[in-house]
C-alpha cells in the first residue's frame, strides 16, 4: 500500500472499502486434491491450482519482482517523508506558501501543491518501473501516453480532494489542538462514505469506459438473473455493468462497488472473453455475496475503527515528534503547515503495520463470498465445485500467480486469500452431501 499526501487519508480509506473486487492474490501456498483413475486407485495428489513449467516460471519471477516493488514503494513513501523533514525541505515548502500570500487557503493549497508535485516525482520511476514490469509480463497493454494520463487525473483528484481534507485538518487542529484527531475523522467518515457513493458515478468513468451489461450481452444478463433469484435478492439489470478493462489490462476480474442508489455489479469484457459462461455464473455469484452480506456497509464501520485508531496515533507521534525534533527541522508546532508531513509519516508507518489486519480483514470477507458464490450457482451450473476451481485456475493464469508463494508475503499483504487456497476449497466444498448444509441457503 502505497501513500502520498492526503490521499493516506481519503482514498486509502475508500480502497479499504470498495470496490470489493474478485482480483487474485499474487502468491500463496498450494494445496491439492486427490485423484482416482478408471480402476479405482488412488493417484498422487494434484494441486487444485497449477501452471505449466513456462508459465509457473514467469509466475514465480512476477511475483516476486512486485512483492520486492511493493515493500520498495511502502518503505520509499516513508523514507520520503523523513527526508523531507530532515534535509529541511518541508520546511522549505512551507516558508514558499507563507511568502506567497497571508490567506490561509492560499497557503495551504500552495504547501500541499508543493508537496504533492515533490512526492509524486519522488515515486515516479518506482511506478514507471510497476508498468513496466505489468507490460513486460503481458499484465498490461496501455501505452505510456494513457498511463501519464491516469497519473495526471490520478494527481488532480488528490489535489482538489487531498488539498480540501489538509484545510479541514488544520482548521480543526485550530479549533481544538488536543483533540483535533477525533473531530477530524468525523468528517473524514463522512468523506469516505461520499466517496464510496461518488466514485462509480464520477471518479471510476474518468479512468475506464463501461456500458449497461445488456447492452451488449443481454443473453449472459439473463443467466446472471438466474443466480440473481436464486439468491432471492434483486439486482436490477441496470446495475449490471461491463468495463472495457482490456484497454489497459489483460487480466480477469469483476468486483461490486457503491452503495444506495450507486451499488452496482461491474464485469470486465476479459473476463466475458477468457471464461465460460458458468465460470462468469460463479465470478458473478462471489460479487453478488458481497452485495448480499453487505460488505461495503461492514468495511466502511471497519475502516472508521482503523482511521480512528491511525488518527490517534498520527495526533500523539505527530506531538513526541514535533518535542524532540520540531526545532531541528524548523517546524514550530502542529498549526506549521509542515507539520502535514510529520503527521503523515507517522500515520503511514502506524498504517503499514496494520497491513495485516486490514488484510486479514479482507480476506476473511473474500472467503465468505467464495463460499456464497459456489452455493449460489447450485442448481444453475451442472458442477458448481468443478466450476469454481477451473474460475481460479484461468483467473490464476491470466495473473501470473505464482501457486507457491511465502506465507509470510501472503499474510501481509494479500486482500484475498492465495489462488491456491480459493482453488483448494472450492475444489473440496460440497455442502449439498449428506450430513452438511450450505451456510448461506436452504438446503
Known amino acids: 500500500m502505497r501513500f502520498r499526501g492526503m490521499m493516506l487519508v481519503l482514498l486509502m480509506a475508500v480502497a479499504l472499502v470498495g470496490p470489493v473486487r474478485l482480483a487474485v492474490a499474487q502468491a500463496g501456498s498450494s494445496a491439492g486434491t486427490t485423484q482416482t483413475a478408471d480402476d479405482g486407485s488412488v493417484q498422487p495428489e494434484k494441486p487444485a491450482y497449477s501452471l505449466p513449467p513456462e508459465k509457473l516460471q514467469q509466475a514465480i519471477a512476477y511475483s516476486r519482482a512486485r512483492t520486492v516493488l511493493g515493500f520498495a514503494e511502502t518503505g520509499w513513501g516513508i523514507a520520503q517523508l523523513l527526508l523531507l523533514l530532515v534535509l529541511g525541505i518541508a520546511?522549505?515548502?512551507?516558508?514558499?506558501?507563507?511568502?506567497?500570500?497571508?490567506?490561509?487557503?492560499?497557503?495551504?493549497?500552495?504547501?500541499?501543491?508543493?508537496?504533492?508535485?515533490?512526492?509524486?516525482?519522488?515515486?515516479?520511476?518506482?511506478?514507471?518501473?510497476?508498468?513496466?514490469?505489468?507490460?513486460?509480463?503481458?499484465?498490461?497493454?496501455?501505452?505510456?501516453?494513457?498511463?501519464?494520463?491516469?497519473?495526471?487525473?490520478?494527481?488532480?483528484?488528490?489535489?482538489?480532494?487531498?488539498?480540501?481534507?489538509?484545510?479541514?485538518?488544520?482548521?480543526?487542529?485550530?479549533?481544538?489542538?488536543?483533540?483535533?484527531?477525533?473531530?477530524?475523522?468525523?468528517?473524514?467518515m463522512a468523506a469516505v462514505v461520499f466517496g464510496v457513493f461518488i466514485s462509480p458515478l464520477v471518479i471510476d468513468p474518468l479512468f475506464n469506459k463501461f456500458e449497461p451489461l445488456s447492452q451488449s450481452n443481454p443473453a449472459l444478463v439473463a443467466r446472471l438473473e438466474q443466480v440473481v433469484a436464486r439468491g432471492g435478492i434483486e439486482i436490477p439489470a441496470d446495475r449490471m455493468f461491463l468495463m472495457k478493462a482490456s484497454e489497459k489490462v489483460t487480466g480477469l476480474n469483476a468486483y461490486v462497488t457503491g452503495f444506495g442508489a450507486s451499488k452496482r455489479v461491474v464485469v470486465w469484457d476479459t473476463s466475458?472473453?477468457?471464461?465460460?459462461?458458468d465460470e462468469i455464473s460463479f465470478i458473478f455469484g462471489h460479487e453478488t455475496?458481497?452485495?448480499?452480506?453487505?460488505?461495503?456497509?461492514?468495511?466502511?464501520?471497519?475502516?472508521?475503527?482503523?482511521?480512528?485508531?491511525?488518527?490517534?496515533?498520527?495526533?500523539?507521534?505527530?506531538?513526541?515528534?514535533?518535542?524532540?525534533?520540531?526545532?531541528?527541522?524548523?517546524?514550530?508546532?502542529?498549526?506549521?503547515?509542515?507539520?502535514?508531513?510529520?503527521?503523515?509519516?507517522?500515520?503511514?508507518?502506524?498504517?503499514?503495520?496494520?497491513?495485516?489486519?486490514?488484510?486479514?480483514?479482507?480476506?476473511?470477507?473474500?472467503h465468505a463470498a467464495d463460499v456464497y458464490g459456489q452455493e449460489?450457482?447450485?442448481?444453475?451450473?451442472?458442477?458448481?465445485?468443478?466450476?469454481?476451481?477451473?474460475?481460479?485456475?484461468?483467473?490464476?493464469?491470466?495473473?501470473?500467480?505464482?501457486?507457491?508463494?511465502?506465507k509470510f508475503v501472503e499474510f501481509w499483504t494479500f486482500g484475498h486469500p492465495s489462488v491456491s487456497r480459493r482453488a483448494a476449497f472450492a475444489a473440496s466444498y460440497n455442502p449439498w452431501v449428506a450430513g452438511q448444509s450450505p451456510r448461506y441457503f436452504v438446503k
Do not use: C
Open 91 to 188: 520546511a522549505w515548502m512551507r516558508d514558499v506558501a507563507v511568502r506567497r500570500s497571508k490567506n490561509r487557503w492560499v497557503q495551504g493549497f500552495t504547501f500541499f501543491l508543493l508537496f504533492l508535485l515533490v512526492t509524486t516525482l519522488l515515486d515516479l520511476p518506482l511506478s514507471m518501473y510497476e508498468h513496466h514490469l505489468s507490460v513486460q509480463y503481458g499484465q498490461s497493454v496501455q501505452h505510456w501516453g494513457s498511463w501519464f494520463g491516469d497519473q495526471a487525473k490520478g494527481f488532480g483528484l488528490t489535489y482538489v480532494f487531498g488539498g480540501a481534507l489538509v484545510m479541514l485538518l488544520f482548521w480543526v487542529m485550530g479549533k481544538s489542538p488536543r483533540r483535533w484527531w477525533f473531530w477530524f475523522w468525523l468528517p473524514t
Open 272 to 277: 466475458i472473453a477468457k471464461a465460460t459462461p
Open 376 to 406: 449460489a450457482i447450485h442448481g444453475i451450473v451442472a458442477d458448481p465445485q468443478r466450476t469454481a476451481q477451473a474460475a481460479f485456475q484461468v483467473l490464476g493464469e491470466q495473473s501470473l500467480t505464482d501457486p507457491n508463494p511465502s
Open 289 to 366: 455475496g458481497h452485495y448480499v452480506l453487505n460488505h461495503i456497509y461492514k468495511g466502511i464501520a471497519f475502516t472508521g475503527v482503523v482511521l480512528l485508531v491511525l488518527f490517534w496515533l498520527g495526533f500523539h507521534g505527530m506531538q513526541w515528534l514535533l518535542a524532540r525534533y520540531g526545532a531541528r527541522w524548523r517546524i514550530a508546532g502542529q498549526r506549521d503547515w509542515a507539520a502535514l508531513v510529520v503527521v503523515l509519516l507517522v500515520v503511514s508507518a502506524a498504517a503499514f503495520l496494520s497491513e495485516p489486519i486490514t488484510n486479514g480483514y479482507s480476506r476473511a470477507q473474500e
